[in-house]
């Protein structure tokens, strides 16, 4: 089961994305948070896709939320979580926090994601 988050800045940036993937699909499809370095697009892909590239520009330029140069201030909660199928010594966990990350839109560290519900 997927999770809904909601992306929110002081800048006005407000979104909502469904992450993860549902019960018949999590083993092809897990929907993260990625921020394209070409062109400044911002939105969900699938992680387990066969070339992850930005849907905006086509650029293999895509750093997902959980890559340490998008973080801000820490935080203790996390919002979403999800691991990754494969072997044990391949496995990906990602996970987003109540902390901040880099906004898009402003470029500062004050976007933050938020708990909003789950699809499947």
């Not at 992306?7 to 994305?17: E, L, N």
């Not at 697009?41 to 992680?47: D, E």
């Amino acid at each position: 089961m997927g999770s809904i988050v909601a992306a929110r800045c002081p800048c006005g940036i407000a979104t909502k994305m469904a992450l993860g993937g549902g019960i018949n699909s999590h083993t092809a499809y897990c929907a993260f948070p990625a921020l394209c370095s070409a062109c400044g697009a911002f939105g969900a892909i699938n992680l387990l896709g066969n070339a992850v590239r930005c849907p905006s520009c086509s650029r293999d330029a895509l750093k997902t939320y959980d890559d340490p140069s998008l973080a801000g201030r820490a935080g203790e909660k996390v919002v979403f979580g999800w691991t990754l199928p494969g072997d044990d010594s391949h496995r990906r966990s990602v996970r987003l926090t109540d902390g901040t990350y880099l906004c898009p839109t402003c470029r500062q560290p004050t976007l933050t994601f938020s708990d909003e519900g789950f699809w499947d």
